[in-house]
């Protein structure tokens, strides 16, 4: 089977009259382009060279960090040794009559193997290592009152053994795996409960880790996280998506309140930066009308700037507090499904509460206006629930992982910096190989080589700030949407086939090496089609999913109404 590529066409979600007047409809688009104005203004990047020099145009800039990362649940295992409770993650895995096809167990065993992992970080010559701490295992049930002695220990040696190999650490506070029991006693990201949790939690890891470390993202892709993720782990049949903006909005309030500690009570001694990861699909107007941009700017701030736009200005944008407040009041919801902040909570916000923002970037997207507003809705787990408050958006992206395509880092880039003018982190950006080339990655080199030399060029032409690149991912893992064997992403060749684990170095990683040497970013042509090897491709992302959670009743469900 191959499916591989897979397209999400959202359009209409919802039942609006049949035929909407035509005046409605521009009344409509009138609106949207009222309250995007509404918005502070973007800067406009300042061009610095009309055409950059041969020999400047692929130079590596200076201080511009390298590295590759991996996050504990996708990498770790040892999911209940030396003293780890299990996560949200774990816990439905070890439920009566479920097998697991893709059981992260034992993972890639990066657990035991870290050491090994990070020696060939440091063959690939890279700067800097992002991975992240596992909540469960430093605080087992969740609250700073339960210590787990070895699990300090571990990041401990974790952290020391970056630092001795020449990087520096990019810890990620939460990547999708707080404790279960902590999910179970505060409901999880869709209470309030959280917030404060996660602030002793940060609080702890600031403390505890704090010396050495001075690159915090607080909690990674939580737009992705309040939509697709709470399939995996929702284990009673029932995942709300109605409380996707409570979500949202609790970690915004967790991030903000963590970002305040961190900037009171250790910046003045750690000197270090505090962040937040966001998704980005980038979109491309479908065409030049003005109309496909106001779809495609919608977009984006719906998906991104619901998440970025509080954070550095100190509320939702204005378009997404219209159109969501809008549908639930057409939809005499009663209730406001985007939350508001208290007076107060906006005042903290507003003077910026981020130093960077992290940004995993893939693929993009088409977005084109769609007035008729008559057609199926289709939503995906990509852009998630929050595409059906936006059916006048015909939102089509690929979730092809193996498709290069440099404009997506350029448009990706240019569209954070003139909206938020906070220096950026490309927090991942991978390779994920359908074709199962194995070691013989060629096509990986060509895709991390058409991905930095735009990032450099941009960030050079456009006076853009970026302060570091991680590739997804060191070493092969387990992927959400992939199991381990789908869809490859690694630098390294981990032999899951086997089942031995041992770890391979791919070809591709010539190239980060060559980079090293030469001070710049080589180009790496993208090889024929023909002669990359045709291999099956095992699973299709949703056909995985589904057999991860397959016994769960609500994947079932969801995925009827879904896929
Ligand atoms: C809208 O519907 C009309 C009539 O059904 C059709 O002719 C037109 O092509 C449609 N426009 C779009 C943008 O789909
Ligand atoms: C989505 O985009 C792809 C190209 O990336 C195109 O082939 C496909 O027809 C589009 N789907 C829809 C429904 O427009
Ligand atoms: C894995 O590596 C070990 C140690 O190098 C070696 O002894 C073993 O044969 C390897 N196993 C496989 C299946 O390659
Ligand atoms: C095609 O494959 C052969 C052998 O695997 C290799 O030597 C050659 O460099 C490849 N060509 C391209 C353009 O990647
Ligand atoms: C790396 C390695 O040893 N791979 C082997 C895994 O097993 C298959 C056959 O089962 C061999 O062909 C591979 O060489």
Redesign the pocket.
Known sequence: MNCAVI?L?FLLARQSPACAHANTEDELLQHLRTFLAASPPKTTSTRRYGRLSEADQDTWPSGLLIGAGVSACQAEGAYNLYGKAESILDHPQHMPGFVSPFSTDVAADHYHRFREDLAFAKQMKFTSHRFSISWSRVLPTGGVDNVNQEGVEFYTDYINEIINNGMEPMVTMLHFDQPYTLEKATGGWDSPAMIDKYVDYADFLFKTFGDKVKYWTTLNEPNMYCSYFRIITAENGQVDYSKFYQCIHNIILAHMKSYKLYEKKYRPTQNGMVGISTLMLPPTPETKTQEDQVAAEVFNQVYVGTLIHPIVFGDYPPVVRYLIDKRDADDGLGRQRLPAFTPEEKLILAEGVTDFIALNVYGGC?ASYNRNKTAVSAAGILPGPSVEDIPFA?I?C?ADFSKIDSSVMHNALIWMWNEYHVPIIISENGYGDSKHAGVNDAARAAYHSANLLSLVRTMKVYDVKVLAYYAWSLIDLFEFSSGYEGRPFGLVHVDYHNGSLNRTLKDSSKFFIRLHETGRVPFIPEPEPDNVSAGNALFASHEVLALVCGQLLVCGSWFQKHL
Request: glycine content about 0%.
């Open positions: 397209l066409f088409t015909n089509n690929s």
